[in-house]
């Protein structure tokens, strides 16, 4: 079976699925005037292209779909029916056809895991593939564009490493001191002195911030002097330096080193800049930024990372973004200390019901973000 014939769904990522997993040769995209997206197609021809499939081909079916059948069917006797998605109507025509003259077809969803054979297909789930995309792919399928990253990651030494993840380690130990500590330092690094790797701050009353600061001396992340009540903070070099300028930074840094380290996934992005319409010609045209992107097989997760606050509205944004950007497959998740999303509190009910996964304190603290994500997206 060399041939699939399906019809071009609005969900892009519906439609590469079924030739990424039983490796066609030649694929046969169906459409009418109602579902006629130029872009859409180009995109999914070059993304297959990609993957090795070149053989692709667009129709468009009026009034004319039986016609279009029999021809297919004809000119390609191996043509298997991919009766899963797509313009209803189309959709009820081809299922039509296939049951009258007996047609190879078959359903697929592939988010449950759930294929049918409606006739003539049960040796295709021998030829099941694991599929594989990347971020970026995903995203181009949505119709947007990665423009840049809001905070990279610095060059990874094995004593840069080992400094963040020691910094991440003092961070879980008072993490609601930790952001007040950060949120004044703050101030004082945007006027900072591009030359200098030192600032100057008023020496904190709380005793918990004081206790960080002097972790981060322990494990030489900085140098403490007092001057009556100012103390200064000497920081070991200025990359580090500039990263205590955003307090919730630092767990999206904990997020992506896990994920990337963990070797659970086929591509990890951090704080990842989008566009959401490449089209659009408009200088005024929306972007979102997404804390942190995973994707293993397929199937993405767009996550929020919150250090001690979340609302309603952060879990309705990122539930947005995972279907905008990541189509019917895409899922939200939340890594987050906050006390409004621990179990049975209003916020967590309200994310299970949108389907957002919390990832809270003990998976943090535990080191198990990662390993929680791929449960995640194997449920």
Not at 247 to 269: I, K, M
Request: charged share 25%; with cysteine.
């Amino acid at each position: 079976m060399n041939t699939l014939i399906e019809i071009l769904d609005f969900e892009q990522t519906e439609n590469i699925i079924s030739p990424l997993i039983f490796g066609f040769d030649h694929i046969i995209y169906l459409y009418d005037q109602n579902h006629d997206y130029q872009r859409k197609r180009k995109t999914l021809h070059n993304l297959l292209a990609k993957k090795g499939v070149h053989n692709v081909e667009f129709l468009l079916v009026k009034e004319d779909a039986e016609y279009v059948f029999e021809s297919l069917t004809r000119k390609y006797p191996d043509a298997v029916f991919n009766c899963s998605n797509g313009s209803r109507t189309l959709l009820v025509k081809m299922a039509q056809y296939c049951q009258k003259t007996n047609q190879k077809c078959y359903t697929l969803n592939f988010q449950r895991k759930q294929f049918n054979d409606l006739h003539g297909c049960s040796d295709m789930k021998t030829g099941f593939r694991v599929p594989h995309l990347m971020i970026e792919d995903v995203i181009s399928l949505s119709s947007g564009e990665i423009l840049k990253t809001g905070h990279a990651l610095p060059l990874m030494s094995e004593e840069m490493e080992n400094d963040m993840k020691n910094v991440i380690q003092i961070m879980n130990t008072n993490s609601s001191a930790w952001t007040r500590l950060l949120g004044n330092l703050a101030k004082e690094l945007r006027n900072q002195n591009p030359q200098n790797c030192d600032v100057w701050i008023s020496k904190p009353s709380e005793k918990g911030q004081l206790r960080l600061l002097r972790q981060l001396e322990e494990k030489q992340i900085l140098q403490l002097a007092c001057d009556g009540h100012e103390m200064c903070l000497a920081f070991k070099n200025r990359t580090l330096m500039k990263m205590f300028a955003d307090s919730g930074a630092w767990l999206e840094y904990q997020a992506y080193l896990e994920c990337q380290q963990s070797h659970l996934f086929d591509d990890v992005r951090i704080s990842t800049v989008v566009d959401w319409n490449i089209d659009s010609t408009n200088k005024n045209d929306p972007t979102c930024e997404v804390d942190l992107i995973v994707i293993r097989n397929c199937i993405p997760a767009f996550v929020s990372c919150k250090m001690n606050k979340c609302s309603a509205l952060d879990l309705y944004e990122v539930k947005l973004l995972s279907q905008k950007l990541g189509g019917t497959l895409g899922k939200a998740a939340v890594i987050s200390k906050a006390f409004a999303l621990r179990p049975g509190q209003p916020l967590y009910l309200k994310a299970q019901e949108l389907g957002i996964k919390i990832i809270g304190s003990k998976e943090i603290e535990q080191d198990k973000i990662a390993e929680t994500l791929v449960e995640f997206l194997k449920s």
